[in-house]
């Protein structure tokens, strides 16, 4: 049975009518003989016997499917915060989320008040094309109220098949009662990249590793070396707020601007098991200078990419200390019965440094100023404060990860990437360290459009 792995830190129904996700690395294994069968046999037989008595005296009659459901899970939620299962229906949206292109309408979406609000349309997708804004609020879909649902049950009921229609009703700002949009599905695919010119910089922000990213990230290159031409200073690769997803991409990623060495070592619980990915030669950037950005947000294939960069000292990394998600979890398929997402492995940077509960720690220590009402809201993010989460066995394994993941959507605030456009232009600003943090707003601003 090919079982395939994935470093994403959520699997999670991203805010639109689409996704991100999973796959990568196959490990053969084979289920070890116990020396204790009798005792273990013990304990399957007062599973067997409590799970009958529940069936037989619960006040209710309970969903047997959904007992035994919740019973793997209890079991494997027990081992770490990211091993789970699966059932089919949550494993083909992962599937979906990984693939990174669906049948949909090309929304992105969150809840507000019981509603579907329009976070934005993405370009040329039908929803653009029929005249949906950023802001709508939707209140219907093919006349079901959307009041009550989840917003997964919402974005199921907006997927679909390709040249299906679906109306929506819409409540506008200024428009005063809701009216209907039809829309006709379509392949909606995700592009992770959204890459802008910075007068003499590339800002690349890469949002998720799906399948799509490498291919996206590269193109994106190609298309700012030609928009900035021979003036290019370097480039900025923002992962702030990007949660991981597919190991191979984050290789392929960390590739594109190496020329040789190690990229990732993964170990599972046998030395057999120990893999290790190299670089090629080739850099895509013809080695021009780069910052990465990262923050608390910044999570698993985030920060792979990050680390390998760091160690190689192929670029200076910016920003706080990331999440710390140093596992590996491998997606074992169960047939018609969903999927086993379990963690079989961790990995390490090229210089053996494991980041499990640890985290990147930035070679320059950039705070963001939050305001006080998001201040008293948010929390700083990081596996170390999630229950059961694996512990660091290496040297120095203080377990002491994440940081704040808030970033200005006022770019003329963003200290982080200010800091990041000033080190690429050379400009003088203040020294800093991982212990303290550096003022780039006293350093000078910086001009032009860039990716939230």
């Known amino acids: 049975m090919m079982r395939k792995s994935e470093v994403a830190f959520w699997s999670f129904v991203v805010l639109s009518v689409m996704a991100a996700g999973t796959t990568a690395m196959n490990i053969a294994r084979s289920a070890p003989a116990s020396a204790s069968n009798s005792e273990l046999y013990k304990q399957l037989d007062l599973f067997g016997e409590v799970f009958e008595r529940v069936r037989t005296d619960y006040v209710d009659k309970p969903d047997d499917s959904l007992l035994v459901e919740n019973a793997i899970n209890g079991m494997l939620t027990s081992l770490d915060p990211h091993s789970s299962y699966m059932n089919a229906k949550a494993f083909k949206d992962m599937q979906v989320q990984t693939r990174g292109e ?13 509603l579907v609000k329009v976070v934005s349309p993405i370009d040329d997708t039908p929803a653009a094309k029929a ?3 950023s802001g709508d609020l939707i209140t219907a879909l093919d006349g079901e109220q959307v009041q009550g649902l989840t917003l997964e049950q919402a974005v199921d009921k907006m997927r679909g098949a390709v040249k299906q229609p679906i109306t929506l009703s819409i409540l506008r700002k200024g428009k005063d009662a809701p009216f209907d949009v039809k829309v006709v599905r379509d392949i909606i695919k995700i592009n992770p990249v959204k890459a802008t010119a910075d007068d003499d910089v590339a800002i690349l922000r890469l949002s998720a590793f799906n399948e799509q990213s490498n291919d996206n990230l590269k193109k994106a290159i190609a298309d700012m070396k030609k928009q900035i031409g021979p003036k290019l200073k370097g480039y900025v690769l923002d992962l702030r707020n990007n949660p991981g997803g597919l190991l191979d991409q984050a290789i392929a990623i960390s590739d594109d601007f190496l020329e040789k060495g190690a990229i990732v070592i993964t170990r599972g619980r046998n ?3 120990t893999q290790r990915a190299n670089a090629h030669p080739g850099d895509v950037t013809d080695g021009a200078k780069m910052v990465v950005l990262i923050n608390g947000g910044s999570a698993s294939a985030s920060e792979i990419v990050a680390g390998a960069l760091q160690d190689h000292k192929r670029a200076q990394v910016v920003g706080t200390r990331s999440f710390g998600k140093g596992s590996v979890q491998t997606i074992i398929p169960l047939g018609s019965n ?11 940077t090229p210089a053996n440094r494991s980041i499990q509960a640890k985290g990147i720690v930035p070679d320059f220590k950039v705070e963001e100023d939050v305001p006080d009402d998001i201040k008293a ?3 700083p993010r990081g596996e170390a404060a999630l229950r059961g989460h694996l512990k660091n066995t290496g040297e120095n394994a203080a377990q002491d990860s994440g940081s704040s993941a808030y970033v200005p959507e006022d770019k003329s605030k963003d200290k982080q990437l200010i800091y990041a456009l000033n080190m690429l232009r050379g400009i003088e600003q203040a020294k800093t360290d991982p ?7 006293k350093a000078g601003t910086a001009g032009g459009a860039v990716p939230n």
């Open 271 to 273: 030395d057999e098991e």
């Open 435 to 441: 212990a303290k943090p550096a003022d780039p707003a």
């Open 338 to 348: 969903g999927a086993l997402r379990l963690t079989t492995a961790r990995y390490y």
């Open 377 to 379: 809201i948010e929390k």
């Open 131 to 133: 005249g949906v804004l």
């Open 102 to 114: 669906f049948g949909g309408l090309g929304i992105e979406v969150t809840m507000e008040n019981g």
